[in-house]
């Protein structure tokens, strides 16, 4: 089992930057054996693949419209996967979610991961 807690979203303006934290309880399987991605989903629209990271953290993944402005990264000592957004546009608004696959490579679809948290929401203006 895993249970994943995000933090780190709020409101901020175009051009900004936020960190997103995503905290992993883990019983029955180490956090270190379990790619990790993010996902967002706006309002009316599906949820959507954002960022992914294997085991190690040697392979990530990012969608076209993020690369180039998030970073997926992990800290396996801290059971912990952040997403660091800079750049900022009114269309990264939506809730994002923490999702954990438990194969060493991630997928992108929403289908192929495990476990998911509840959710942060990034509002950002214009």
């Known amino acids: 089992q895993v249970q994943l807690v995000e933090s780190g979203g709020g409101l901020v303006q175009a051009g900004d930057s936020l960190r997103l934290s995503c905290a992993a309880a883990v019983s029955g399987r180490t956090f270190s054996k379990n790619a990790m991605g993010w996902f967002r989903q706006a309002p009316g629209k599906e949820r959507t693949f954002v960022a992914a990271?294997?085991?190690?953290?040697?392979?990530?993944f990012y969608a076209d419209s993020v690369k180039g402005r998030f970073t997926i990264s992990r800290d396996n000592a801290k059971n912990t996967v952040y997403l660091q957004m800079n750049n900022l546009k009114p269309e990264d608004t939506a809730v994002y979610y923490c999702?954990?696959?438990?194969?060493?490579?991630?997928?992108?679809?929403?289908?192929?991961?495990?476990?998911w948290g509840q959710g942060t929401q990034v509002t950002v203006s214009s």
């Open positions: 999702a954990a696959d438990q194969r060493a490579i991630p997928g992108q679809r929403a289908r192929e991961y495990d476990y």
């Open positions: 990271i294997s085991w190690g953290g040697s392979y990530t």
